[in-house]
Nanobody, 120 residues
Framework: QVRLVESGGGLAQAGGSLRLSCAAS????????MGWYRQAPGKQRELVAM???????NYADSVKGRFTISRDGAKNTVNLQMNSLKPEDTAVYYC??????????????WGQGTQVTVSS
């Protein structure tokens, strides 16, 4: 069974940095794209950043210039470098892998989420 394992969440001060990582494990032949979503209390889940297997990237306007997404296709991992953090970045961050091709199926997977808290 394919699973996404997230790491790097935690507590940071405003202006500080955190680096999130996510690794997909299992029998995987290819992944179309990987990225990060976040959800703050009382708000809808939103796309933060994504990267395709061709290294095309997309960012939410609120994080452009501060966050950088990257991938390692050989390891089926995706990273999110978060700089100049703001209290409004506080949320649960979820890793997502789109178009994961296994032996008999292709589908999307979600990580269980990791808390990021930014204090003022």
């Amino acid at each position: 069974q394919v699973r996404l394992v997230e790491s790097g969440g935690g507590l940071a001060q405003a202006g500080g940095s955190l680096r999130l990582s996510c690794a997909a494990s299992g029998v995987i032949f290819s992944i179309d794209a990987m990225g990060w979503y976040r959800q703050a209390p009382g708000k809808q889940r939103e796309l933060v950043a994504m990267v395709t297997n061709g290294d095309s990237t997309n960012y939410a306007d609120s994080v452009k210039g501060r966050f950088t997404i990257s991938r390692d296709g050989a390891k089926n991992t995706v990273n999110l470098q978060m700089n100049s953090l703001k209290p409004e970045d506080t949320a649960v961050y979820y890793c997502k892998a789109d178009g994961v091709r296994g032996i008999t199926t292709v589908r999307d997977y979600w990580g269980q989420g990791t808390q990021v808290t930014v204090s003022s």
